[in-house]
């Protein structure tokens, strides 16, 4: 909001990332210099993508993923553990993601850990 020769505007996030919780924390140390930063920061990234003063240009935000590679296989190990109880099925040791080999198929039984690990180390999508 423009009023005279000031802007006036309010902020508020969540704290549910890495970066939004940076932002706060480095924003919370910058006491009464909060605008001064945020000026500053503005104006580097439109240094940086000068378009973004064009009219009707759509500015889109994205961020990079912030979990490390064994935070997530953490997390998709969870996910699946989490399904496999809820479902009461186990996989076979010798599956390898449970899509492509039709010959093994889910049995009943209890999840172990070691088919688990072989299950995800067998994702490609995961590989650098």
């Known amino acids: 909001m423009r009023k005279a020769d000031k802007y006036r505007f309010s902020l508020q996030w969540s704290g549910n990332t890495q970066?939004?919780?940076?932002?706060?924390?480095l924003l919370?140390?910058?006491?009464?210099?909060k605008s001064d930063?945020?000026?500053?920061a503005i104006w580097e990234y439109l240094q940086r993508h000068p378009e973004a003063l064009m009219p009707g240009v759509k500015i889109q935000i994205t961020s990079p993923a912030?979990?490390?590679?064994?935070?997530?296989?953490a997390a998709i190990k969870n996910a699946v553990k989490t399904?496999?109880?809820e479902n009461h099925t186990a996989l076979?040791?010798?599956?390898?993601?449970g899509l492509e080999d039709a010959g093994h198929e889910n049995i009943p039984g209890d999840l172990?850990?070691?088919d688990l690990n072989v299950m995800l180390e067998n994702l490609s999508v995961f590989e650098s």
């Open 112 to 114: 172990s850990e070691d």
């Open 92 to 97: 076979h040791p010798l599956m390898d993601t």
């Open 19 to 25: 970066e939004r919780v940076a932002a706060g924390e």
């Open 37 to 40: 930063f945020i000026v500053l």
């Open 83 to 85: 399904y496999m109880e």
């Open 28 to 33: 919370e140390k910058l006491g009464n210099k």
């Open 66 to 73: 912030t979990m490390s590679k064994e935070q997530m296989m």
